[in-house]
């Protein structure tokens, strides 16, 4: 079974930095790209980025132009994990936060979701 | 780039069907046979319902169909039930830099 498990809700400063994790199972985690989706409170979806596990090359990462420069998505193989994080949190980064598998970067299929982490920033 | 126009809601009555538009442009909807459409029930995570414009996961009821004509794809759920209401999202792959581009969302309620 095809299982994504996110890690648990964090609350946070803002100026502080975060990290939170995906951990991938029941699949091969190396030949999926995993993507991350924010939804803020009440709001919709936007895609943020995605990473291929598989390669390690910079270009095996891509980022929408929103949210460039302000979060960086990675992964570990050895472990079946991808992260996503930030070095210095805003509360406009209160949200939300899932995971997905995506099965082809040249597509928008999101056929697996974890259960979500949600980030609250406030002072 | 922009979301994806969806209407904000509709409502239909059990066994009823209803349908849900997604419109874009020729950079995303028009481009690619590339849409899927996604349920998310309140505090839950996002469910994959459509994708490709017309194809349903195995696990997806076969009430739920999916088409697409022009810049517009639509989302049609037939013999609606009372677990059908929920938020819907469409979503494309887009030829810009942002790569995935999703609508505003619509809400179902099932009267």
């Known amino acids: 079974e095809v299982q994504l498990v996110q890690s648990g809700a964090e609350v946070k400063k803002p100026g502080e930095s975060l990290k939170i994790s995906c951990k991938g199972s029941?699949?091969?985690?190396?030949?999926?790209?995993i993507g991350w989706v924010r939804q803020m409170p009440g709001k919709g979806l936007e895609w943020m980025g995605s990473?291929?596990?598989?390669?390690?090359?910079?270009?095996?990462?891509r980022y929408s132009p929103s949210f460039q420069g302000q979060v960086t998505i990675s992964a570990d193989k050895s472990v079946s994990t991808a992260y996503l994080q930030w070095s210095g949190l805003k509360a406009s980064d209160t949200a939300m936060y899932y995971c997905?598998?995506?099965?082809?970067?040249?597509?928008?299929?999101?056929?697996?979701w974890g259960q979500g982490t949600l980030v609250t920033v406030s002072s | 780039q922009s979301a994806l126009t969806q209407p904000a809601s509709v409502s239909g009555s059990p066994g009823q069907s209803i349908t849900i538009s997604c419109t874009g442009t020729?950079?995303?909807?028009?481009?690619?046979?590339?849409v899927s459409w996604y349920q998310q029930h309140p505090g839950k995570a996002p469910q994959l319902m459509i994708y490709?414009?017309?194809n349903r996961p195995s696990a997806v009821s076969d009430r739920f169909s999916g088409s697409k004509s022009g810049n517009t794809a639509s989302l049609t759920i037939s013999g609606l039930q009372a677990e059908d209401e929920a938020d819907y999202y469409c979503?494309?792959?887009?030829?810009?830099?942002?790569?995935?581009?999703f609508g505003d969302g619509t809400k179902l309620t099932v009267l």
């Open positions: 997905a598998r995506n099965p082809d970067i040249n597509s928008d299929i999101l056929d697996y």
């Open positions: 029941g699949y091969s985690f190396t030949t999926y790209w």
């Open positions: 990473i291929y596990p598989g390669n390690s090359d910079t270009r095996y990462t």
């Open positions: 020729s950079s995303d909807v028009g481009a690619y046979n590339y």
């Open positions: 490709e414009v017309s």
């Open positions: 979503s494309s792959f887009t030829s810009t830099s942002t790569l995935v581009v």
